[in-house]
């Protein structure tokens, strides 16, 4: 409002010595949305590097109000030669500050777009690093589950073929012992065999003398 009041007592004073050219309404519309959209910029720039807002829209809208601030100062600067010289160095600051301004906007705005960019890398190799770490735990565990059932398989051999030599151990034990009872079945065969032997020795000739003992005597 104040630039806008000096700026028409200045036109009318021009006009008022001699018909002096002032601001054009123009020219003060585009200051007045420049210097708006500043603010809303800066508003919306602080809630994303805040974190209170990052949605895609947001970052949308300030990349479009960054470029519509670019094609204003660009053209309020080329305003600024068209004034006359009493206007010109006082706008000249103004609009170079508001330039200023949107510079250091656009350059935070890079910045927090190239720092979420690495931040999205960061993440990005985190990511991957953590898949193929899982991966790799998998296949570890995977190893080691086989390694461990390979020593189970060979501790069961290990047993079986201690167990077969136990049993065969045994069976050999038990043949010997077979064998030895086999030769004292066989001895007490022998025996038994022999004592009818000589019972039928003793038979036959206990009947030979009854047979002796029954039979006449012959005289001399």
């Known amino acids: 409002a104040s630039v806008s009041s000096s700026s028409s007592s200045s036109g009318g004073g021009g006009g008022g010595r ?3 050219v002032g601001l054009s309404p123009h020219f003060q519309q585009q200051y007045t949305t420049t210097k708006q959209l ?4 800066r508003q919306q720039l602080t ?3 805040s974190g209170a807002d990052t949605s895609v829209a947001l970052q949308g809208r300030l990349s479009t109000q960054i470029n519509s601030l670019s094609h204003l100062t660009a053209a309020l600067t080329a305003g600024v030669a068209t004034l006359p010289a009493p206007l010109r160095d006082l706008w000249l600051i103004k609009v170079e500050q508001v330039t200023q301004e949107y510079a250091g906007l656009r350059q935070s705005m890079e910045s927090y777009f190239q720092h979420a960019h690495q931040r999205h890398q960061h993440e990005e190799r985190r990511r991957r690093l953590l898949h193929r770490r899982a991966a790799f735990d998998g296949e570890a565990s995977a190893l080691m ?3 461990e059932s390979i020593a189970n398989s060979q501790r ?3 047993e079986i073929l201690e167990m077969g030599t136990h049993v065969r151990a045994s069976l ?3 043949n010997e012992t077979l064998k030895r009872v086999r ?3 066989y001895d007490v065969l022998n025996q038994f065999e022999l004592s009818r ?7 036959r000739r206990r009947y030979s003398s009854s047979s002796q003992a029954l039979l006449p005597a012959h005289p001399h």
């Open 18 to 20: 001699g018909g002096g």
């Open 38 to 41: 500043i603010v809303t910029v």
């Open 47 to 49: 809630l994303l590097e």
């Open 145 to 147: 589950q086989t390694s």
């Open 156 to 158: 069961a051999a290990e």
């Open 172 to 174: 050999a034990e038990q």
């Open 183 to 185: 030769r004292r079945v």
């Open 197 to 203: 032997s000589l019972l039928r020795v003793i038979e």
